[in-house]
């Protein structure tokens, strides 16, 4: 069954350095999402991704964040200066946006640690 | 008042017993989802629904659009069902995911 990957599973870092989570979607799908997860509370919405572009990111999306597509098959978030509060789980997800067998495919997501 | 509500909090169950966890959300949807996260937190999808029921193994899910309401039964349960079960809805089959606050389930032996 396809799946979305993500890279790396953990990744610790220093405060103010800038980190890149890596995703690979499902290779048919045309919408592409980051969410983030801190611990002990519910996932929260972060952006999404259409044809090349943002087509909706929530409040917690600002400048320190930014995404990109940079070849055919990855799709990745940056987070820039890292805070301590950026401390999470990130998840990545795909879909055809057709529902059905298109529907919504999460990653298993990277646990970011702020030191 | 959040968009998507879920009881019980928390449930703990013996192993073999029917469990129900039920979803409720006030926003016109297309898709309700039912989302599974271990400890560890790796979300794993269950059911994308948008009227019926649906069935796989020891689960099913149903929703109710005119109630605006979901269950997800879990059949002779085993503690390897323990995780948190989330809810989330989205309002079109492409629209971001907007999650409940999960119901965490503990399975006894």
């Known amino acids: 069954e396809p799946e979305v990957t993500q890279t790396p599973s953990h990744q610790v870092t220093q405060m103010g350095q800038e980190v890149i989570l890596r995703c690979v979607p499902i290779?048919?799908?045309?919408?592409f999402y980051w969410y983030r997860q801190i611990l002990g509370q519910k996932v929260e919405f972060l952006v999404s991704f259409y044809n090349n572009e943002i087509s909706e990111k929530s409040e917690i999306f600002d400048d320190q964040f930014s995404v990109e597509r940079p070849d055919g098959s990855n799709f990745t978030l940056k987070i820039r200066s890292t805070k301590l509060e950026d401390s999470a789980m990130y998840f990545c997800?795909?879909?055809?946006?057709?529902?059905?067998?298109?529907?919504?495919?999460f990653g298993s997501g990277t646990r970011l640690t702020v030191v | 008042k959040n968009e998507v509500e879920q009881s019980p909090q928390n449930l703990t169950a013996q192993e073999g017993e029917f469990i129900t966890i039920n979803c409720s959300y006030s926003v016109g949807i297309s898709a309700l989802h039912w989302l599974q996260q271990h400890p560890g937190g790796g979300i794993v999808s269950l059911f994308m629904l948008s009227s019926g029921k649906k069935k796989h193994g020891r689960l099913i899910a149903t929703i109710n659009i005119q109630e605006k309401h979901s269950s997800l039964h879990i059949t002779a349960s085993h503690p390897r069902d323990s995780a948190v079960y989330i809810c989330a809805v989205s309002k079109t089959s492409y629209d971001k995911v907007i999650f409940g606050p999960g119901t965490s389930l503990s399975v006894i032996p």
């Open positions: 997800a795909s879909s055809g946006g057709t529902g059905g067998a298109d529907g919504y495919t």
């Open positions: 290779s048919n799908h045309l919408y």
